[in-house]
């Protein structure tokens, strides 16, 4: 039961736990770096098993279930304490924020069933939408009004929400091979997405997700 696909899956619902004690400590950027190692683990666990041929209902579910924690529980949280920091005109608003955590949970739920996602996503994958969710800290310090604004984080809810289920095309970075003629449009979508990083590190994230959903829609449109 207990074998590497199944242990990294497990590391990474560890990572997210450890994110949302930093979370409910108040530490919001801190919890940023655990969703980073979730999603190292998240995506590790998943070429281990295609390496090692290892295919089975229980590593499909036990996935699911910790993407659950790292992507859907973890930045719900995030959320809920930046409604609370807001303007929003009572502290009932707060709790609109776990809809992230809700709309995680449905678009794993529809991942797992959803024959079309074999190779690449229909709708934006949860690691992804969880990395912008945290991001938000950072971005508050060069826009605390805009971040600080309820229905701001209301709108960014609901938009993240909707990606989350939505038809859109988005690739995957599962490599069936690195030739640059098949991958250019991955390959600049990882230079730029590391360029990025290194330069603005967590602020950059708002950006990278614009040009992860600009390029899918490039990537599509010429296959």
Not at 64 to 73: C, Q
Not at 202 to 223: M, W
Request: aromatic share 18%.
């Amino acid at each position: 039961m207990l074998n590497l696909p199944n242990a990294l899956t497990c590391a990474n619902l560890f990572s997210g736990c450890i994110g949302i004690v930093f979370c409910f400590n108040g530490d919001l950027k801190s919890a940023a770096y655990f969703v980073i190692l979730s999603g190292i683990f998240d995506f590790f666990d998943g070429m281990a098993a295609r390496a090692l041929k290892i295919k089975n209902s229980i590593g499909k579910d036990l996935d699911s279930l910790a993407d659950v924690v790292s992507f859907g529980f973890l930045p719900g949280a995030i959320m809920y304490h930046l409604f609370k920091a807001s303007d929003a005109p009572h502290e009932y608003f707060s709790y609109f924020a776990f809809i992230i955590t809700l709309f995680s949970a449905l678009r794993l739920a529809k991942f797992n069933n959803d024959t079309r996602q074999t190779v690449d996503f229909i709708g934006l994958n949860t690691p992804m939408n969880t990395l912008f969710i945290v991001s938000l800290p950072y971005v508050s310090d060069y826009h605390p009004q805009v971040i600080g604004n309820w229905i701001v984080l209301a709108a960014i809810a609901v938009i993240c929400s909707f990606l989350l289920i939505s038809e859109i095309k988005i690739f995957s970075l599962k490599f069936s091979n690195f030739r640059w003629s098949e991958n250019k449009i991955k390959f600049v979508f990882m230079i730029l997405s590391i360029v990025l990083f290194a330069w603005q590190q967590f602020v950059a994230i708002p950006i990278i997700l614009l040009l992860y959903i600009g390029l899918s829609f490039v990537y599509f449109r010429n296959r």
